[in-house]
């Protein structure tokens, strides 16, 4: 009876834990195909080359890495590099981060800024895309020369010579005009460039894998119970086992106590035998010397 029921105790748990296995083996799965290959995406901006390398899938709750390269084309001043990261909805943008990569900070032709940019995608992410958006602002302040009126020939019929200098007066005209207009003007502008750049897909969970998951932690709860109860039968078969090896302890005990007032009781049978053997033999024997004639009363007839 014990055996059978070990065995359909068994049988219970045997299929919960297949059960467990597969759904496991699912989950794992998932996570598998969240920690997928870094992918790469490279955005060019007017004075920037920009490439984000980040991995191709993250899961709902989960914190996403996203390493910036920027490279200049030239030599700028860059007034800021900043990045916002978007999650697509169906109408709408949902800005998950917004942050400033680099700042006032003269660039030349070849370098480079390097960044990393952790992002946590929401828990009750749906299945979408995360996407960012690249904006660069550089200052520049540009050269202006002011409109002059050339010099003419008209020079040379009032002064040909100034002051007894050994050039024309024409050809001073000339420098003046044209090289006092040479100015930097006390303003700049800031303009600014910007492109969208894919990033991660989110991997948010399905109805059907919702189902699984509920079924999941159903069969585990209905796997702890099984092995509560197992293990409850084991302690009440250990238990019986110990009753029942005390009860033939107490049986082989009893039964060598019933051998030895056996065996007592057969010797005490024989030496009541014996001890009744004697007593009649002794009787017998005066009762003999009692009724027979001696010798004398033989001899003298009387």
């Not at 998932?30 to 390398?53: C, E, G, R, W």
């Not at 904006?135 to 019929?157: D, F, L, Q």
């Not at 050809?171 to 894919?198: G, M, R």
């Given at each position: 009876?014990?055996?059978?029921?070990?065995r359909k105790m068994k049988t219970k748990i045997i299929?919960?834990?297949?059960?467990?296995a597969i759904l496991a083996s699912i989950f794992a799965?998932?996570?598998?195909?969240?920690?997928?290959?870094?992918?790469?995406?490279?955005?060019?901006?007017?004075?920037?080359?920009v490439q984000l390398t980040y991995p191709s899938q993250?899961?709902?709750?989960?914190?996403?890495?996203?390493?910036?390269?920027?490279?200049?084309?030239?030599?700028?001043?860059?007034?800021?590099?900043?990045?916002?990261?978007?999650?697509?909805?169906?109408?709408?943008?949902?800005?998950?981060?917004?942050?400033?990569?680099?700042?006032?900070?003269?660039?030349?032709?070849?370098?480079?800024?390097?960044?990393?940019?952790?992002?946590?995608?929401?828990?009750?992410?749906?299945?979408?895309?995360?996407?960012?958006?690249?904006?660069?602002?550089?200052?520049?302040?540009?050269?202006?020369?002011?409109?002059?009126?050339?010099?003419?020939?008209?020079?040379?019929?009032?002064?040909?010579?100034?002051?007894?200098?050994?050039?024309?007066?024409?050809?001073?005209?000339?420098?003046?005009?044209?090289?006092?207009?040479?100015?930097?003007?006390?303003?700049?502008?800031?303009?600014?460039?910007?492109?969208?750049?894919?990033?991660?897909?989110?991997?948010?969970?399905?109805?059907?894998?919702?189902?699984?998951?509920?079924?999941?932690?159903?069969?585990?709860?209905?796997?702890?119970?099984?092995?509560?109860?197992?293990?409850?039968?084991?302690?009440?078969?250990?238990?019986?086992?110990?009753?029942?090896?005390?009860?033939?302890?107490?049986?082989?005990?009893?039964?060598?106590?019933?051998?030895?007032?056996?065996?007592?009781?057969?010797?005490?049978?024989?030496?009541?035998?014996?001890?009744?053997?004697?007593?009649?033999?002794?009787?017998?024997?005066?009762?003999?010397?009692?009724?027979?004639?001696?010798?004398?009363?033989?001899?003298?007839?009387?």
């Amino acid at each position: 009876m014990t055996s059978h029921l070990r065995r359909k105790m068994k049988t219970k748990i045997i299929v919960p834990i297949v059960l467990l296995a597969i759904l496991a083996s699912i989950f794992a799965t998932q996570s598998v195909f969240a920690q997928t290959n870094d992918v790469t995406s490279t955005v060019s901006l007017s004075n920037l080359n920009v490439q984000l390398t980040y991995p191709s899938q993250v899961l709902p709750g989960q914190l996403a890495t996203i390493n910036l390269t920027a490279q200049a084309k030239g030599s700028f001043q860059l007034t800021s590099l900043t990045v916002q990261v978007y999650m697509v909805g169906q109408n709408n943008l949902w800005q998950l981060l917004s942050t400033t990569v680099a700042q006032n900070t003269m660039m030349l032709s070849g370098d480079q800024i390097n960044k990393q940019i952790q992002v946590t995608v929401p828990s009750d992410a749906p299945r979408t895309s995360l996407v960012a958006q690249v904006t660069e602002s550089v200052s520049i302040t540009p050269y202006s020369y002011a409109p002059y009126t050339p010099w003419t020939p008209y020079s040379y019929a009032y002064a040909p010579y100034w002051n007894g200098a050994s050039y024309p007066y024409a050809y001073y005209a000339y420098y003046a005009t044209h090289y006092a207009s040479y100015s930097y003007p006390s303003y700049n502008y800031q303009p600014t460039d910007d492109a969208i750049a894919p990033l991660s897909y989110v991997l948010a969970t399905t109805p059907e894998y919702l189902a699984l998951q509920s079924q999941y932690q159903q069969l585990q709860t209905q796997n702890q119970q099984l092995r509560q109860q197992l293990q409850a039968s084991k302690n009440s078969t250990a238990q019986k086992d110990s009753t029942i090896n005390n009860l033939n302890n107490q049986l082989s005990s009893a039964q060598g106590t019933t051998t030895l007032v056996e065996i007592v009781a057969v010797i005490l049978a024989i030496a009541l035998v014996a001890i009744a053997a004697l007593h009649f033999k002794s009787t017998r024997t005066t009762d003999t010397a009692s009724h027979s004639p001696s010798r004398t009363e033989k001899a003298t007839g009387v």
